[in-house]
Each structure stands twice: as C-alpha cells, then as structure tokens.
C-alpha cells in the first residue's frame, strides 16, 4: 500500500507520517528532506541538485522525479510520500513511475485544518536554542516559563518565516497547488479527508480507519 499525505503547511504531515513509520513501517518519504539528505551525503543526485541550488536556479521536476524513482525502488515496504506530488502534471509523472515499478498510489489523504488555525499553530512555534526541543506557546508550553523542560536553557528561537506574511503566502501557494492536485485523485476514487482540527492522536485514528490498518 502505497500513499500520499496532502496538508497545509502545519496541517500535521510531517507528524502523521513518522507515526505511519514507526506504528506500520511505511517509509516516509518527504522530497524536501530527501533532497537534503542526498545533499548531505554528497551522492551523485546531491552534487546535481546542490549545483543547480548554487545558481540561485529550481530544482527541475526531472531531477525530482529521478530522485523519487530512486526512492521508491529502494523501497520494499508501503511508502508514505509527503509534500509530493504539487501539481497534475507531478502526479501524472508519479502514476507512470510507480507503474512503471509495478506499484500504485493506493489512497490519497488530505489533513484538513482551517487557515485560522494553522496560523495560530504555525505562530506559537519555538524551539530550544541548546537541545532544539520544540514548544508551543498554547499547545506544548515549557513548564517553568522561559525554561527549556529538557536542558533548562533559556535561550530560544521562533523560525526565521513564523511571520504572519510569509505563513499566509506558503497557504496561499498550498491552496493554489492542491485545489488541481484534489479533484485530479478525487476522480479516481483515491481521496480521502480526514478532519485535522482534532488531536493528533485522533487525527492518526481517522488515518488509520481510511487505510483499514487500525
Ligand atoms: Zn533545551
């Protein structure tokens, strides 16, 4: 069973699927992340992308696609993919190289959270500067105020883009990619929402009724 995570920027991706890896072994493959590890690693993607990144230049959807071809062959389990595809032209290009691989996008879940909301979740973010523990001003404060529960610094720091401007643009550029990417897997019958307001546990308790793998 192969998936897709669709979800504004602080919907709760990134939370759903490490829950989908550790509870039932999908790897989770975020493009962001994978494209910064193959970086890292200085592989022969990481050289291409790194190059193309220093002239101030976008990463192409063939390199991406290169990279996720890469991925998915590696792959013996379920994969869950997280911020990928954007746009049809992406989820097309996805459909052909899964079959290609005798695969198939299963079920396609969008975490539906309201923008009010997310701008609130997104704002409240920060982080211990000593141990990079994360907070929230209303969800997850530290216990003694100003003190970091797990080191006991003091020193924190809000994400250079927790500006309501920047959060806004990024939803803006969600609703954009995502209002063709839905209707494009809603006509195949893969789509599924589930409601993100709720609690995060909750939120993988719907997740896990639509895959049927409670
Ligand atoms: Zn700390």
Do not use: W
Not at 32 to 52: A, M, P, Q, W, Y
Not at 79 to 85: E, L, M, Q, R, S
């Amino acid at each position: 069973m192969n998936i897709i995570l669709l979800g504004a920027p602080g919907a709760g991706k990134g939370t759903q699927a490490s829950r989908l890896k550790r509870k039932h072994h999908f790897v989770h493959l975020a493009t962001g992340d994978v494209l910064r590890l193959e970086v890292s690693r200085n592989t022969e993607i990481g050289k291409r992308v790194k190059s193309v990144m220093e002239r101030g230049l976008l990463v192409s959807d063939d390199l991406i696609l290169e990279m996720i071809e890469q991925q998915v062959q590696q792959a013996a389990s379920r994969i869950a993919f997280d911020g990928y595809p954007r746009n049809i032209s992406q989820a097309e290009s996805l459909d052909k190289l899964m079959s290609a691989h005798d695969r198939r996008i299963d079920k396609v879940i969008l975490i539906d959270v309201g923008e009010s909301e997310l701008i609130e979740r997104i704002c409240g973010r920060f982080t211990c500067s000593q141990c990079l523990t994360g907070y929230h001003t209303q969800f997850k404060p530290t216990k003694v105020d100003g003190v970091c529960d797990v080191c006991g610094s003091t020193d924190f720091s809000k994400r250079s883009d927790d500006d309501v401007e920047t959060i806004k643009s990024r939803l803006e550029i969600f609703r954009r990619d995502t209002e063709t990417v839905l209707p494009y897997y809603d006509q195949k019958g893969l789509l599924y929402k589930v409601e993100g307001r709720s609690n995060i546990d909750e939120v993988t308790d719907q997740i896990e009724k639509v895959l049927g793998i409670v």
